[in-house]
């Protein structure tokens, strides 16, 4: 039977925290972080397929067992890189946790609110997009990915959900329109593919499509007489750089341009 004092000892060991180095907590996050880069760039050049463990290790600089140790499967790496490329850190803070999320909430109407979300959303599509295509394309053949896929579709969902609802505080939607169609039509347009095909196919800039994606929101989701504040505040900006009316012209522009407005620019 153990001393009073042996006893002690033990249950102070016992509950003892485990040491973390500052230092190795530091080179830690520097090595998960130069894994999370180079598997980022031989998903975007090689695809899934073509991507190895291997491949990414050495890029890295470490081992494959270091790789690994944080990402037991190339599924795993692949998850971690579409997390960061969404949320442009690798901090361990949710999407709509973040300030930008609370500025959006916080703007006086949907056209503001729509400006404010589109401004993160856009930049995350930029980042992650080709990545997340990269798992819908290669989900057919593989179980892993098919989870990974479904994952990523629900996080579709919670963000379009969070969407629509911060719509409907600024004002209802459309007559006719529920939530769940509204919720459905923003999960649509924030599809990766939508964004790839605009921006690669069509040639549009992302800041184009975040044009889009604000305007055609506004007017799919929210009653016609919220549109015309988006509408209006566009106009008002347009006038500050209009030339002065010519003759024969009513609107600042030469009377035979006037009927044939110039596309937006991409």
Do not use: N
């Not at 939508?194 to 305007?215: K, M, N």
Request: with cysteine; glycine share 6%; proline share 7%.
């Amino acid at each position: 039977m153990k001393s009073g004092a042996g006893a002690i000892a033990e249950e102070q060991l016992a509950h003892r925290r485990p040491y973390r180095s500052p230092v190795r907590q530091a080179q830690a996050r520097r090595t998960r972080a130069r894994i999370l880069e180079a598997a980022t760039q031989a998903f975007y050049t090689h695809g899934y397929a073509g991507t190895t463990v291997a491949a990414v290790a050495a890029a890295a600089g470490v081992s494959v067992a270091a790789v690994e140790l944080g990402f037991p499967t190339k599924p795993d790496l692949l998850k971690a890189a579409i997390d960061v490329a969404i949320a442009g850190d690798d901090a361990q803070v949710p999407v709509l946790d973040r300030p930008w999320a609370a500025t959006a909430q916080a703007a006086p109407d949907a056209t503001a609110f729509l400006e404010a979300v589109t401004a993160v959303l856009v930049p995350a599509a930029v980042r992650s997009a080709a990545l997340v295509l990269a798992v819908f394309e290669a989900a057919r053949g593989d179980d892993r990915l098919s989870r990974l896929a479904a994952q990523l579709r629900d996080q579709r969902t919670v963000t379009a959900s969070w969407i629509v609802d911060g719509l409907c505080e600024k004002g209802p939607l459309r007559p006719g329109l529920d939530r769940s169609e509204a919720v459905d039509i923003v999960w649509l347009l924030m599809d990766p593919a939508v964004f790839d095909r605009l921006t690669t196919a069509r040639g549009w800039s992302p800041d184009r499509f975040g044009r889009f994606v604000s305007d055609s929101l506004l007017r799919l989701l929210t009653r016609p007489d919220t549109a015309p504040r988006g509408a209006a505040r566009q106009d008002r900006r347009a006038g500050s750089r209009r030339a002065p009316a010519q003759p024969g012209s009513r609107s600042g522009q030469p009377a035979s341009r006037r009927d044939h407005p110039r596309s937006p620019e991409a």
